[in-house]
């Protein structure tokens, strides 16, 4: 009954394979082999799995299982074919070759294989010639590099030469074997800047996407000296062994496109040991005094990156326990850190906003309650710990740790205020004579007031003591702290223009002042960023964003203060300009409820009238005119963990508020908009990608693709306008998503190769049957333009065909 039942299948399978359904036919074959011993049936099954494997250019699969039919019969020709086939695609060519000898013996007169040999014979030797040139240039390249009479213009150019070769599997291959490991060691020792920098950026090509060679680089350089190469006073070698660092962790956590296979396979087995090593010593990084602030950043950048989960519905999070339990004191003495006091280590504006994003990213991929309520207990132990009234400089570090952490995990920086003494430490700081207790009191009253319920409790208790310290203190540093705080409080009623704080025109004139040190030049970074944060609360106001934005010098200050070094402020640039855009979720009013509220005397939000749209259009406008496309490109390129996923979504929202009108688009593109927004659109929150892919669906649809996206970019536009046509998006997203490709498809057979491989084409067929006529038209004009040629007709046709959605009236041609 079993043999029966496999013959069946198999029968089965090879129907599909006729119907070019490979994952159908090859799900048969698969069950088929779970039912028969039969050797004969066993070797064809796996035959034609290999066959399948190479229609679905599954290379590896296809030669793992023609290797299993040539066990089963050595003479087995077409599984002896199907293995080179796929060894030539894995670039295996001499096994390849070898494979075709044995079929060219087996049938002497078949012209494919004598064809094939020839072929083969011919790559193999370019292959040959290719190597050996390679292996004298790489020579050719060390001699110059180590060579200290060599010219500056050789020696620059033996260097670029020799990092474009690491990026090559071949070069990156050739370099290893030629001892080039020991050589760029050598160039380590140098101790020259621009030859160190050339040796890492090799090594970091070599390392890249091959687990085998990282594993070997690693051991013969030591996570030690990476780390003591990543701590110096230097702002472009910490970032460049930051990368060295990360193409390994890449290459050993499994994110790796090569196959790996017999002896290879066994030798990188196991990476955790290694893994673990590299964490260890990144760690260490964050208290070591010897450590520079760039070193600090980029430790603290690499642990955001690559400890928490990429997907939380992995159940795994063993790394971030590991973390928690063993550095997290560690990352807490960093956020914990004071710059004015002498115990302070070496930080530079980003570090201690790093280290929040860190722990909030620890405390978002603990799985259950046992393990948060862990994590709280280290911070508490931590900052209790801290207290002492014999010290005052532990007390003020004590505090700074829970401003940290609420910059963090908010929930829990609240459960932290709630701890015996936090909140009168805070007060009693406020009230010392000296400024840097002051400072560190006024911010965490800052952190500590972000929901209505404490902030209304500070107000109540803490205005006074704010405004005290804004008359009396002649630091600025403090004025414009206490000023941000005010802000804050005043702003607690959000957009509700019923439900204010403080007293008519209070806002504005914190507003005012905000702006003014913002326009100062003379003051520093830090504390101009401060009067931003303070705009970023305050224009939850109307009558604050509408001034803003009007105050042409104020608005292009944050602008140029947000393409700077300093990307703490990117946050609280991103989020004025959202509530200068009204790009915020506004919840819908619905006129019954309205009616129940005011009936039972319970609060109704009110709109203020400046946000109304005409208003917003506006404000839009001049935003564009200020220059607002080229900041925005600049905050995106950020390659810093501060760039959150929450912070690229309110720059999507933003410049989606700025592509509403199909006149602004042209400027949005001419600036570097549409490059932008393709990140955007590929990484961050869910509702981040949709709108940034909504914006781009907007530009796409009347721009032209090669001005907009230019070069290779325009083929990373297609799947976020594939993914706008999912039903769950709305109408308007649907019908742009159309016209974007409706205008991609329009330029190339590439693009439109490369729709129909991102599968929109029964997305696109099912909206040319929608009710709504625009839907409809968009869909087929769609469907006209992917037709274009011969060949992309038929690919449609079978397409639509398994689609088995519904039958055409009309050919495709017909319908074009």
């Not at 203060?561 to 790009?583: G, Q």
């Not at 919840?587 to 109704?604: C, D, G, M, R, W």
Request: aromatic residues 4%; charged residues 25%.
């Amino acid at each position: 009954m079993a043999e029966a039942e496999a013959a069946q299948l198999k029968e089965e399978g090879n129907r599909h394979f006729q119907l070019q359904d490979y994952k159908a036919a090859a799900k048969s074959y698969s069950q088929a082999l779970k039912l028969t011993k039969d050797k004969a049936l066993l070797a064809t099954l796996y035959r034609n799995l290999a066959a399948c494997g190479l229609k679905t250019e599954s290379y590896a699969q296809a030669a793992s299982d023609a290797s299993r039919a040539i066990d089963i019969n050595s003479s087995d020709i077409k599984a002896l074919y199907r293995r080179s086939q796929a060894l030539e695609h894995l670039g295996e060519l001499a096994q390849a070759f070898k494979d075709v000898q044995c079929c060219a013996t087996l049938e002497p007169q078949n012209p494919n294989f004598q064809e094939t040999l020839r072929r083969l014979n011919a790559s193999i030797q370019e292959k040959l010639r290719v190597q050996y040139s390679t292996d004298s240039r790489v020579q050719n390249m060390f001699e110059i590099l180590l060579d200290r009479n060599s010219e500056a213009d050789k020696l620059e150019k033996a260097a670029r030469n020799l990092i474009v070769l690491s990026r090559e599997e071949a070069g990156a291959e050739r370099i290893f074997q030629n001892n080039g490991v020991a050589l760029l060691l050598q160039l380590l020792d140098t101790k020259r800047p621009e030859l160190m920098l050339a040796a890492i950026r090799t090594l970091s090509g070599m390392c890249s996407g091959h687990r085998a060679r990282a594993t070997a680089i690693l051991h013969a350089v030591r996570i030690d000296r990476i780390c003591s190469l990543m701590a110096v006073e230097n702002e472009e070698l910490p970032l460049t062994v930051c990368n060295l660092l990360q193409a390994i962790i890449d290459s050993l956590s499994g994110e790796d496109k090569r196959e790996h296979r017999g002896t290879e396979e066994a030798l990188v087995l196991d990476t955790k040991k290694d893994r673990k090593q590299i964490t260890n010593h990144l760690l260490d990084m964050l208290v070591s005094k010897k450590v520079s602030g760039q070193g600090r950043d980029q430790a603290l950048n690499l642990l955001s990156k690559n400890v928490p989960r990429k997907d939380l519905a992995i159940h795994d999070n063993s790394h971030t326990i590991y973390v928690v339990d063993n550095g997290l004191r560690k990352i807490l003495k960093v956020v914990g850190q004071v710059p004015d006091l002498p115990s302070c280590l070496p930080l530079t504006d980003n570090t201690r906003m790093l280290a929040s994003i860190l722990i909030n990213k620890l405390y978002d991929d603990l799985r259950c309650d046992p393990e948060r309520d862990n994590f709280r207990k280290i911070c508490e132990e931590y900052i209790t710990g801290k207290f002492d009234p014999q010290d005052m400089d532990k007390n003020v570090i004590a505090i700074q740790t829970v401003s940290g952490i609420l910059q963090g995990p908010f929930d829990l920086g609240n459960q932290l205020l709630g701890l015996k003494g936090v909140m009168e430490m805070m007060v009693a700081l406020c009230s010392s004579e000296r400024e840097t207790d002051q400072l560190v009191a006024v911010e965490a009253l800052i952190h500590a007031s972000t929901k209505l319920s404490r902030a209304t409790f500070i107000i109540t208790n803490g205005v006074s003591l704010l405004k005290n310290i804004y008359k009396t203190t002649q630091n600025e540093k403090i004025k414009i702290r206490t000023l941000v705080g005010l802000c804050k409080l005043g702003s607690a009623g959000g957009t509700d223009y019923g439900l204010r704080q403080f007293a008519e025109g209070s806002t504005e004139k914190l507003a005012k002042h905000c702006r003014k040190w913002l326009c100062n030049t003379s003051t520093d970074t830090q504390t101009r960023r401060w009067a931003v944060e303070g705009l970023a609360y305050l224009t939850l106001d109307a009558d604050v964003k509408d001034d803003f934005v009007q105050d042409i010098p104020a608005l292009q200050a944050m602008l140029e203060l947000a393409k700077t070094p300093d990307k703490t402020i990117l946050y609280s640039v991103a989020t004025t300009l959202v509530n200068c855009t009204n790009s915020y979720d506004v919840k819908e009013v619905i006129p019954e409820l309205v009616q129940l509220a005011k009936f039972s005397k319970q609060h109704v939000p009110e709109e203020h009238p400046k946000d109304k749209k005409d208003f917003v259009d506006k404000r839009v406008n001049r935003l564009l005119k200020a220059g607002i496309i080229s900041a925005l490109a600049c905050m995106v390129k950020a390659d810093n963990a501060i760039l959150t996923d929450q912070t690229k979504e309110l720059l999507a929202r933003v410049f989606l508020a700025l592509c509403d009108n199909p006149k602004d688009r042209g400027t949005i593109v001419a600036q570097g908009g549409g490059k932008a927004l393709i990140p955007l659109a590929l990484e961050g929150t869910d509702v981040g990608k949709v709108k940034a892919a909504h914006a781009l669906a907007k530009i796409a649809a009347v721009s032209n693709p090669d001005i907009a996206f230019p070069g290779e970019r325009v083929y990373e536009v297609v799947r976020p306008l594939v993914r706008l046509l999912d039903t769950q998006r709305d109408g308007l997203q649907n019908y742009e998503a159309l016209l974007g490709l409706t205008n991609l498809s329009a330029r190339s057979d590439k693009l439109r190769q490369k729709i129909f491989k991102e599968k929109a084409l029964p997305d696109i067929e099912n909206y040319m049957f929608e009710n709504h006529d625009q839907l409809r038209q968009a869909a087929t004009e769609c469907m006209c333009n992917m037709v274009v040629s011969k060949e992309e007709e038929n690919l449609i046709h079978e397409s639509l065909l398994k689609s088995k959605e519904v039958k055409l009236p009309q050919s495709i041609r017909e319908l074009a």
